[in-house]
């Protein structure tokens, strides 16, 4: 069965403490990875989609890595700004639908 | 650029009455149409999909219903709503044919039933 699973389920940090936020899946034939911000009472916005092991994105003070299991959202220096839950989806080959993660909620402290 | 448009931004309606929400996307033609369920800190549940107008996939039995009168333009409707229908109800929207099909969200409905 396909599966995504988002870990931690929140994560507090201080401003400027780099960490990373984890999805790990089970898909049969990845056809891409998503990742996506969504604020309190707002649509998901999306931030990265990778296609394949080894492929890195970078955008601000996030970059997005992926294996053949997971990937990482690595966030370098957060500021109260980037306080968020972060949303990772995949879509396999054989698929249109998305297959969504629960979420991150990352809060960061000034 | 392409934008997302979903109105009413929140609703409170009693059970047992009818919902309708509607969702409309500018700058792009024959989007694939997608609408979402969000439950408070679980992942985004699919509704319904449409590739193209009067094209509906329903992925989960209820009560609701989808209808896509012109190419972006898109529906969520039912007769009668249940408390269990409270949510945020989301609207998104994918290019055809793209190798990984990504999706843009819209602002979203908070739909309360009393």
């Known amino acids: 069965e396909d599966q995504v699973t988002q870990s931690p389920e929140a994560l507090r940090l201080q401003e400027g403490e780099s960490s990373s936020l984890n999805c790990s899946y089970t898909v049969s034939g990845l056809r891409g990875l998503f990742w996506y911000r969504q604020d309190p009472g707002k649509g998901p916005e999306f931030l990265f989609t990778?296609?394949?092991?080894?492929e890195e994105k970078e955008k601000e003070r996030l970059k997005a890595t992926l294996t053949k299991k997971e990937s990482f959202l690595h966030i370098t220096a957060p500021k109260p700004e980037d306080s968020a839950t972060y949303l990772c989806?995949?879509?396999?080959?054989?698929?249109?639908?998305?297959?969504w993660g629960a979420g991150t909620k990352l809060i960061i402290k000034p | 650029s392409q934008t997302i448009h979903q109105w009413p931004a929140t609703l409170v309606q009693p059970v047992g009455s009818p919902l309708s929400l509607e969702c409309t996307v500018e700058?792009?033609?024959?989007?694939?149409l997608y609408w979402y369920r969000q439950a408070a800190g679980r992942g985004l549940q699919l509704l319904f999909y449409s590739v193209g107008i009067g094209q509906i996939s329903s992925e989960v039995p209820q009560n609701l219903s989808a209808s896509r009168p012109q190419d972006r333009q898109f529906i969520l409707s039912s007769k009668k709503l249940l408390l269990s229908d409270s949510g945020f109800y989301l609207c998104a929207w994918s290019g055809a044919g793209g190798v990984a099909d990504t999706q843009y969200f819209g602002p979203g409905t908070r739909l309360t039933v009393l």
């Open positions: 989806a995949v879509q396999a080959n054989s698929n249109y639908q998305l297959i």
């Open positions: 990778l296609y394949s092991a080894g």
């Open positions: 700058g792009t033609s024959n989007p694939n």
